[in-house]
């Protein structure tokens, strides 16, 4: 305080207004920032907006088109039946008529080879009588005609004579007959369809959302689309920042003027296929923005006359300041100094008072739970460890030494090591509790890995000793058999004879293919990594085992992404379809099997997931065991060897079974591989 007193009034006032410009300063760049922020915000939110009417201008073209594959798709498996019925006899009008009312076909015309109609569901309309068509059946069906074509998507064009609009296929006539048959639907549904969900749709509908004054998709001949708030707009070729966008292929905003209007307008080039159509533009309006700077500007003024009123009373309490200041100093190190000693723990800690109301969860235990801390802290443990983790909050309840918990996650069972202690206070009442916590799932992965590959290891050699130690004998009981199949014959039971040396021979080479397989365990082939495109590689796969399924009824689908991975392609290809082979047993007629994929920046994952009756638990463990199977006449080898190859590549195989809810088998390799196996 004596240095406080001794201090000039000219001085404190000097200080007061210094501390108060500086702070309105402070204010100014901060309102200064938060107006950037503010544009950036609507920037990113205009940008995101673009890009998402982009996606869906898109997916409404592609939708109209795939609706038109489908239809040209029925017409023609319609009209190569229709060449079926044509080649064995004469089909009638009555014929076609019903075909066309079974399959909701508008019309089906037979032409001979000059292109002349031979017959048809209907009779030629009176009224188109001295009517000029808009074409003839000899240049729309010429590609097949003459010869060029066995069948023609013509696809929509319009009425003969102008009466709307149809969806039209043509194939050639079979058998002695030559000519064409042509089958077309009406397709007013479709132009509606069009006409409802097309882009000129879009834009209206979204030209009607608060907030958005306006949506525009223009071209450099004009608007192609737009809201009905647009009337007109500014040419491409008369605005500079517009022809930038487009010629740096970029997204560009600005802050503009239409219709006397100020709008935050976002640019986006707009493309269908490799060329730029045009430019997507979006006016959003500025009157948010507008509204929040007053609300800021007013909020920095009455900071300012707060400041100005108490920066007169700073000096008057800068002793009580400092000692305060100087307390809390130390009781920041002291905090800092144990937060960094939790943030640097391997473990997670987590700490709660009396009444069970957690006070202190480190870094380490958000990674774990997956709960940020300023979201636990103040909770009860009842509260925040609830369902499956209710044994963890059974845990606090009193201190115990290292325990183990097995908890369920979406990646499967966590085994947590939970080690509780108290803090007592002088009088003996338990203050706090504090659980350190140990994710051990890991490391049991590793030593169960571990303990795999020693078994592996072990019954290789095992395997490859006992196989070698056969294969002599076994080569000479087969060529004894076939010799004696060649060389002997008996006075009687000859057919006895031959079949006990078919069998003889048979079985030997059974039980020799057993042993390559034994072999083929033994002795990890070598790998041939090299760069694999996953898109065509999994279509491959799924080519070959879409057969299979369908001969047992059961639907298969797949989903194969595009990216690249670098592995061995035959010993990949034969995991998966081990895999795929393994669900098929397991899935009973009528169910379904899934085979998809994913590549990320360094990960490919393919996943198999089946509708099965599952896999018992206490059989899942085991399920990579070599020599273990469920299958009668199985080796056990099937898994065994797909999982070596899978770790041959870095990578690992998991198995994901709930009883009586089906099977998923996730593979996941490095995207770029090493041959390091």
């Known amino acids: 305080m004596k240095a406080l007193l001794s201090i000039r009034p000219r001085t404190i006032i000097a200080i007061s207004l210094a501390l108060t410009v500086l702070m309105i300063a402070t204010a100014v760049i901060e309102l200064r920032q938060s107006r950037l922020e503010l544009f950036q915000l609507l920037r990113d939110q205009a940008t995101s907006l673009a890009e998402s009417i982009e996606h869906s201008s898109r997916n409404v073209v592609r939708s109209t088109d795939r609706i038109e594959e489908g239809l040209a798709e029925r017409l023609l498996n319609n009209a190569y039946f229709i060449a079926r019925l044509d080649s064995a006899g004469t089909l009638t009008q009555a014929d076609l008529q019903r075909i066309c009312s079974a399959n909701q076909i508008f019309r089906i015309n037979i032409f001979d080879r000059r292109g002349r109609r031979v017959v048809g569901n209907i009779n030629p309309l009176t009224e188109h009588t001295g009517r000029r068509p808009l074409h003839t059946p000899a240049g729309m069906l010429g590609p097949i005609l003459n010869g060029t074509t066995d069948h023609l998507i013509i696809g929509l064009k319009e009425s003969r004579f102008g009466e709307g609009q149809r969806f039209a296929v043509a194939v050639r006539r079979t058998g002695r007959r030559s000519g064409a048959i042509a089958l077309n639907l009406n397709i007013d549904q479709l132009t509606e369809l069009r006409r409802t969900i097309g882009i000129g749709r879009l834009m209206k509908d979204l030209g009607n959302n608060p907030g958005i004054e306006y949506a525009a998709l223009q071209d450099r001949q ?48 707009f493309r269908m296929g490799e060329d730029l159509d045009g430019v997507l533009r979006i006016g959003l309006s500025m009157d948010p923005v507008r509204s929040a700077e007053i609300r800021m500007q007013r909020r920095v003024l009455v900071m300012s006359i707060i400041t100005l009123v108490i920066g007169a009373l700073v000096m008057t309490v800068i002793v009580a300041g400092q000692n305060a200041r100087m307390a809390q100093e130390r009781i920041h190190r002291v905090e800092t100094f144990t937060g960094h000693v939790l943030a640097e723990m391997r473990d997670a800690v987590v700490v709660v008072d009396q009444r069970s109301m957690v006070t202190i969860f480190n870094h380490e235990a958000e990674v774990l739970f997956g709960e940020p801390a300023e979201h636990a802290v103040g909770r009860s443990v009842e509260e925040l460890f609830h369902g499956p983790h209710a044994a963890l909050a059974g845990a606090f309840a009193h201190a115990a030494a290292a325990r183990e918990l097995i908890l369920p996650s979406p990646d499967g069972p966590r085994v947590l090591s939970v080690s509780v202690s108290e803090n007592r206070s002088a009088s003996g009442i338990v203050e706090s509790r504090t659980a350190v916590i140990r994710d051990l799932t890991e490391q049991r992965r590793l030593q169960e890995e571990l303990q795999r590959k020693e ?48 069998v003889l021979v048979r079985e030997s080479r059974r039980v020799n293919a057993i042993i390559e397989q034994f072999l083929r365990f033994a002795r990890p082939p070598r790998l041939h990594p090299q760069q694999v495109d996953v898109g065509p590689w999994l279509n491959g796969l799924s080519t070959l085992f879409a057969t299979d399924a369908k001969a047992k009824h059961v639907r298969f689908s797949s989903q ?118």
């Open 222 to 269: 004009g608007i192609i689309a737009a809201n009905g708030q647009v009337t007109e707009m500014t040419a491409i070729d008369a605005d500079p920042q517009i022809q930038s966008a487009l010629t740096m292929d970029t997204t560009l905003t600005r802050v503009t003027t239409i219709a006397g209007r100020e709008v935050f307008e976002v640019i986006r080039p």
């Open 455 to 502: 078994r592996y290891s072990a019954m290789g050699e095992l395997a490859a000793a006992v196989a070698h130690e056969i294969r002599n004998p076994l080569n000479a009981i087969g060529m004894i058999g076939q010799r004696f199949a060649k060389e002997f014959r008996p006075v009687r039971g000859v057919r006895e004879y031959q079949k006990i040396t078919d």
């Open 560 to 677: 194969a992404a595009t990216g690249y991975g670098v592995f061995d392609h035959d010993l990949m290809t034969q995991v998966v379809l081990n895999v795929l082979r393994n669900a098929l047993e397991a899935t009973p007629r009528g169910g379904s099997i899934r085979l998809s994929s994913s590549v990320s920046s360094d990960v490919l994952r393919v996943v198999v997931t089946d509708s099965g009756s599952g896999i018992a638990p206490d059989v899942l463990p085991k399920i990579f065991d070599p020599y273990f199977t469920t299958k009668s006449g199985g080796t056990g080898l099937g898994l065994p060897i797909a999982h070596r190859i899978v770790t041959q590549h870095n990578g690992e195989i998991s198995i994901e079974s709930p009883s009586g809810t089906g099977t998923t088998v996730t593979i996941r390799i490095p995207v770029a591989s090493s041959s390091a196996g």
